[in-house]
Structures are given as C-alpha cells and as structure tokens.
C-alpha cells in the first residue's frame, strides 16, 4: 500500500472535490441521496474498526453521532451571526465545528470505554446500548440544545465534496491502520484476546483505541448530518439508527471494509428506491435482509480473504 | 549460579478456601531447561499463569530479571521478556501465518498509529524490518512456504511449531511451554523434543517445560521441578527425580 494509500486518498478527494462542482446541475433529492451515502459509509466504515477489526460489539454509534451533530451544530449556530454560511469564514467555522464534533465524540468515547471495555460480547452490547439511550435523553432535556425540539435552522453547510471527502479520510484511515504491524493487533484481539495478551499486546489498549477512533468519525459524521439536515432531533438517534450501522456491518462481512462501503451504499440507496412501496417499503426492507442473512451469513461480499502480507 | 533468571519465593495462591499452589520455591537460570511436572491437577498451569500474570500470588514473590513481576499484566511481562505457547493451541484464527508473527513482533517497536497513518519512510522502513524479521524466524523453523496460509489451516504439528515461533518473535528471554507434546504421536514428539533443544541453543533462552510426556521431559531437561496438590515434593536432575520415592509414590508408581 505504502504511499498508493496515499495517492489514493488524494485521488478521491480530487474526484470529489470535481464532482461537487457540477453539483449545481444534478437533480436535489439525487444529491441529498448520495449526500447519505457518504454520511452511511463514514458511520459504517467506522463502526466495523470497532465491531468487525477489533471484535467489540458496540450498539451506541449512534450515541456518538448525536454528540458530534449536536455539539457541532450548536457552534456553528452560536458563531453563524459572525460568520455567514457563503463566505470563506463560514466554511472554516464548518471544518472547525466537523472536528469539534468529532472530537467530543471521541472524548466522549474515551469516558465510555475506558470502564465497559473489561467486558466482552454481550455483556459489552448492553452497557454501549444504555450509553446511547443516556445521551438521547440528555440531548432532549437539555435546553442548550433545543430540549425536545432538538436544534432547527442549521446552516447548509454540508455538500457532495465534504460529505465523499470525510468518507474516503475515514476508509484512509481505518484501511492504513489495519494494513500496518501496528494494526494486526486489532485482529490479533479479535481472535484471541488472551493469546494477544502473551504476545505483548495489551487488550484494552487497542479496544479503546478502535473505540476512540470509531467514535471521532461518527462525530464528525453527525456534524455533517447536522449540516445536511439542516434539523437536528435527540429521537433521531436512537437505538434502531445504531442498528442500522450494525446491520451494514454485518451485512457487508465484519472486518471487510469494501464489503462494508457497498453495504453502506446499497442500505442507504435501497429505502430510498422502496419509497414507491409506501407501506410495504420497510416490510420488503427487512426481508430482502433477512433473505440475506440466511442465504450470506459471512456477510454479502465477504469473499475468501486475501492475506495482506505486504502492506 | 548467577544471578537467577526467574525466582519463585514462598509462592501461594488460593482460590477461596484452595490453596492451588502452596509456597512453592523454583528458580531458573539463563539458558537453563526445566520441566515442571505433576499428576492431573497438581497446579502446573496455575505456576504457568501465577509466572505469566494472569493470576497474582496471594503470598510470596516472583521476580524476574530482578524485577518484581507481582502487580504486572501479561503483555507487560512478554515485555520484559516472558513468552508462552498454550495448552489448547491459541493461533490468531483469521490471520495468516506471517500475520500471526507479525502481530508479535510489534512488542519491541514503538511504531504507533502515526506512523501507519502517514505511511512515510519511517514506516516503509519499519515494514520492510518486521517482514524481515519474520520471515527470517519462518525459514528457521521450515514455515517460511506457509506464510500466506490461514494459521487454522496449518496441520496441527506445524500449529504447535508455529504457536512457538510467535512466542520466540516476542524476543523472550524465558519461554514457557505447556504441554506442547500434548496430542503428538512418537515421531512429531522426535522431533518437537530435538526443537526445543534447538531452541535452547540457537536462541540461548531459558525454557520451562510443563509437560505430562514423561519420555519428553526426562529425556531433555536438565532439571526437574515435581508438583503434587500444589506442592513441590522433588526436585533434581532427571535420574535424581527418577529415584525419589515421592515422586514415585505420586507420579510414576501405580
């Protein structure tokens, strides 16, 4: 991979950075669809460091979507006045406010993990479960951000470039972590935890790693929600949106990060193709998942795995 | 004898009302070969976790290196230089053979997360070090054409030998083996017996031996530590440990 990684990585940013200069001619709903997407693989590609690399089964990614978005969304509204959304300054006050965002989330992901990450499986399931119903609840209490209403008037920050060029940082970034020396420690947890522990590498250290990184990502996804939306609300990040992300995990083969891009894509794309079913939209929805659960358990495009040996 | 590798002192651990391992003295030297031996459950595996840091001594001290060891975790310890294989071979299931070595070099490097991120020369370089290094330790132990295969792949000899190979890749100065002969038939024991000297020697490490082969154990350690109820009740050369009455009244004498 070496520096490929990161001819890559500029690479995609260019293409999106072009792409999101024509933005202006393409159809809106298209736009705000694909706008999704990218939000849906940062969230996915992040989750599966945390639930396919590392082992973990976190059900609170959502949780840390909502503390990027929020926290996000209430700097850019309390700076907005000096700093309008068009000009050079709005734009610097969304990058800062996108990792802002991140950052209380990944903070937030350190005071989560540091205690729950001593346990394993399920046991570990319910603790980010409850985590996530907590910061649901504090975000709809809270008259700071918006109590129950949640925060509205959001500046449309968010646009094709930001939201494809975070999604292709963060494959970057979980891809050249895993792809290292350094990062075959994650998998060697996920086998094996107490293996890995005799051969030097420390368990908790790497859980709460993945679960740090995962959770700055997620942030900074909720603030690019936060700006896309326009419209922030505590219930939209319950229990069933942190399912969501599971299920493209799962759906793309843990550990797999293409598969896991695809899933994302197709997960985000797919509901909004259903729409012509109206009522039977989420019914076909959860069967074509369950038809696939049962026909790919290893995941959609989970394929024989090459050893990366050369990284 | 120097300045012992790995000292035992009044060793005790008790869980509840069991006293497991009851004030139990070993001590090894560098490069020296001991076996630890034992009837079923006379506390060999809980000497091996009291030594490795998964359990902590309720009395009693170990120190290795010099160094205490009470209060440190496992990976800490391989650190300092302790490295084990398992009774239940543990290989990293999903990662191949190189991968799983790999994954155990990383002990003795500082290269973190930065450096994977950036992917500069450092890291190019580092790379390129650790592939060496690994594949360095596969040719010596005949896994060198095994290094993109599944680990859970291997036949079981070569997952026995591997398991070894990743512990050697901590860069031990101790090496713990329990119960590697455990599932061999007589020539894999052949050759896993001519290994570990191999090992002793290429390597000038220390290697305690648990082990329930009898033919294994008396045929190449120097020393021999007899554990029955979590007590040691003989210690000696093989031919020594032979003749104890003890030994032979819990062990060997029917």
Same mark, same amino acid.
């Given at each position: 991979m070496n520096s490929g990684a990161k001819r890559w990585l500029l690479l995609a940013i260019v293409v999106a950075f072009v792409t999101s200069c024509f933005?202006?001619?393409?159809?809106r709903y298209y736009l705000g669809v694909a706008i999704d997407v990218g939000i849906s693989t940062i969230m996915a590609v992040s989750l599966n460091l945390i639930? +396919?690399? #590392? /082992?973990q089964f976190s059900l609170g990614h959502a949780g840390f979507m909502a503390v990027g978005g929020f926290t996000a969304a209430r700097l850019t509204l309390t700076l907005s006045s000096s700093a309008p959304p068009d000009s050079a300054q709005g734009i610097a006050l969304f990058v800062v406010a996108m990792l802002f965002g991140g950052l209380t989330a990944a903070i937030t992901g350190l005071a989560v993990g540091l &205690?729950?990450?001593r346990l394993r499986g399920d046991y570990l399931a319910i603790v980010t479960l409850g985590f996530g119903e907590i910061i649901r609840v504090v975000f709809q209490t809270s008259e700071t951000f918006g109590a129950a209403t949640g925060l509205t008037g959001? &500046?449309?920050? #968010?646009t094709l470039f930001w939201a494809m060029s975070v999604a292709a940082v963060t494959v970057y970034v979980v891809a050249c972590l895993v792809n290292s020396t350094y990062g075959r420690g994650f998998i060697a947890v996920h086998d094996d935890e107490v293996a890995a522990s005799a051969m030097g590498i420390s368990p908790t250290r790497y859980k709460v790693t993945a679960f740090v990184i995962g959770a700055f990502f997620a942030g900074v996804a909720g603030a690019l929600y936060a700006h896309h939306k326009q419209v922030l609300k505590p219930? /939209?990040?319950?229990?069933m949106k942190s399912i969501d992300y599971v299920v493209m995990v799962i759906l793309g083969g843990m550990g797999r990060t293409a598969g896991v891009i695809i899933a994302a894509v197709l997960l985000t794309v797919l509901p909004e193709f259903l729409r012509g079913f109206a009522e039977y939209r989420m019914i076909i929805y959860s069967l074509l998942i369950i038809a696939l659960m049962l026909l790919r358990p290893q995941g959609?495009? %989970?394929?024989q795995k090459k050893s990366q040996t050369r990284s | 004898m120097s300045m012992p590798l790995l000292h035992l002192d009044q060793v005790t651990i008790r869980f509840g009302g069991l006293t %497991?391992? /009851?004030?139990v003295d070993l001590t090894i030297g560098a490069n020296e070969l001991v076996g630890l031996i034992g009837p079923n459950g006379a506390g060999k595996t809980t000497v091996f976790n009291l030594i490795t840091g998964v359990y902590q001594p309720t009395s009693g001290a170990i120190t290795f290196n010099g160094q205490t #060891?009470?209060?440190?975790k496992p990976y800490q310890l391989t650190k300092l230089g302790i490295a084990r294989t398992f009774q239940n071979i543990r290989l990293f299931?999903?990662?191949s053979v190189f991968d799983n070595v790999r994954a155990a070099v990383q002990?003795?490097?500082?290269?973190g997360i930065r450096n994977a991120l950036w992917r500069g020369q450092a890291f190019r370089d580092g790379e390129a070090a650790v592939e060496k290094q690994v594949m360095e330790l596969l040719e010596i132990f005949d896994l060198g054409q095994f290094r993109?295969?599944?680990?859970?792949?291997?036949p079981y000899g070569n997952q026995r030998r591997l398991e070894i190979v990743r512990a050697l890749a901590t860069k031990p100065k101790l090496l713990l083996l329990d119960? &590697? %002969? %455990? +599932?061999?038939n007589p020539t894999e024991k052949a050759e896993l017996t001519k290994l570990i000297r191999f090992i002793k020697d290429k390597f000038q490490i220390a290697v305690l031996l648990v082990e329930h082969d009898m033919q294994v154990v008396m045929g190449i350690c120097e020393r021999i530590a007899v554990l029955d109820y979590g007590v040691k009740i003989a210690e000696g050369t093989p031919t020594e440990v032979r003749a104890n009455p003890k030994v032979i009244e819990a062990y060997l004498g029917e």
């Amino acid at each position: 991979m070496n520096s490929g990684a990161k001819r890559w990585l500029l690479l995609a940013i260019v293409v999106a950075f072009v792409t999101s200069c024509f933005s202006a001619s393409f159809n809106r709903y298209y736009l705000g669809v694909a706008i999704d997407v990218g939000i849906s693989t940062i969230m996915a590609v992040s989750l599966n460091l945390i639930n +396919g690399h #590392t /082992g973990q089964f976190s059900l609170g990614h959502a949780g840390f979507m909502a503390v990027g978005g929020f926290t996000a969304a209430r700097l850019t509204l309390t700076l907005s006045s000096s700093a309008p959304p068009d000009s050079a300054q709005g734009i610097a006050l969304f990058v800062v406010a996108m990792l802002f965002g991140g950052l209380t989330a990944a903070i937030t992901g350190l005071a989560v993990g540091l &205690p729950s990450l001593r346990l394993r499986g399920d046991y570990l399931a319910i603790v980010t479960l409850g985590f996530g119903e907590i910061i649901r609840v504090v975000f709809q209490t809270s008259e700071t951000f918006g109590a129950a209403t949640g925060l509205t008037g959001i &500046p449309k920050q #968010t646009t094709l470039f930001w939201a494809m060029s975070v999604a292709a940082v963060t494959v970057y970034v979980v891809a050249c972590l895993v792809n290292s020396t350094y990062g075959r420690g994650f998998i060697a947890v996920h086998d094996d935890e107490v293996a890995a522990s005799a051969m030097g590498i420390s368990p908790t250290r790497y859980k709460v790693t993945a679960f740090v990184i995962g959770a700055f990502f997620a942030g900074v996804a909720g603030a690019l929600y936060a700006h896309h939306k326009q419209v922030l609300k505590p219930d /939209g990040f319950d229990f069933m949106k942190s399912i969501d992300y599971v299920v493209m995990v799962i759906l793309g083969g843990m550990g797999r990060t293409a598969g896991v891009i695809i899933a994302a894509v197709l997960l985000t794309v797919l509901p909004e193709f259903l729409r012509g079913f109206a009522e039977y939209r989420m019914i076909i929805y959860s069967l074509l998942i369950i038809a696939l659960m049962l026909l790919r358990p290893q995941g959609l495009f %989970a394929f024989q795995k090459k050893s990366q040996t050369r990284s | 004898m120097s300045m012992p590798l790995l000292h035992l002192d009044q060793v005790t651990i008790r869980f509840g009302g069991l006293t %497991a391992v /009851g004030e139990v003295d070993l001590t090894i030297g560098a490069n020296e070969l001991v076996g630890l031996i034992g009837p079923n459950g006379a506390g060999k595996t809980t000497v091996f976790n009291l030594i490795t840091g998964v359990y902590q001594p309720t009395s009693g001290a170990i120190t290795f290196n010099g160094q205490t #060891t009470s209060q440190l975790k496992p990976y800490q310890l391989t650190k300092l230089g302790i490295a084990r294989t398992f009774q239940n071979i543990r290989l990293f299931a999903s990662l191949s053979v190189f991968d799983n070595v790999r994954a155990a070099v990383q002990v003795h490097r500082d290269h973190g997360i930065r450096n994977a991120l950036w992917r500069g020369q450092a890291f190019r370089d580092g790379e390129a070090a650790v592939e060496k290094q690994v594949m360095e330790l596969l040719e010596i132990f005949d896994l060198g054409q095994f290094r993109d295969e599944e680990a859970k792949s291997l036949p079981y000899g070569n997952q026995r030998r591997l398991e070894i190979v990743r512990a050697l890749a901590t860069k031990p100065k101790l090496l713990l083996l329990d119960e &590697p %002969a %455990a +599932g061999m038939n007589p020539t894999e024991k052949a050759e896993l017996t001519k290994l570990i000297r191999f090992i002793k020697d290429k390597f000038q490490i220390a290697v305690l031996l648990v082990e329930h082969d009898m033919q294994v154990v008396m045929g190449i350690c120097e020393r021999i530590a007899v554990l029955d109820y979590g007590v040691k009740i003989a210690e000696g050369t093989p031919t020594e440990v032979r003749a104890n009455p003890k030994v032979i009244e819990a062990y060997l004498g029917e």
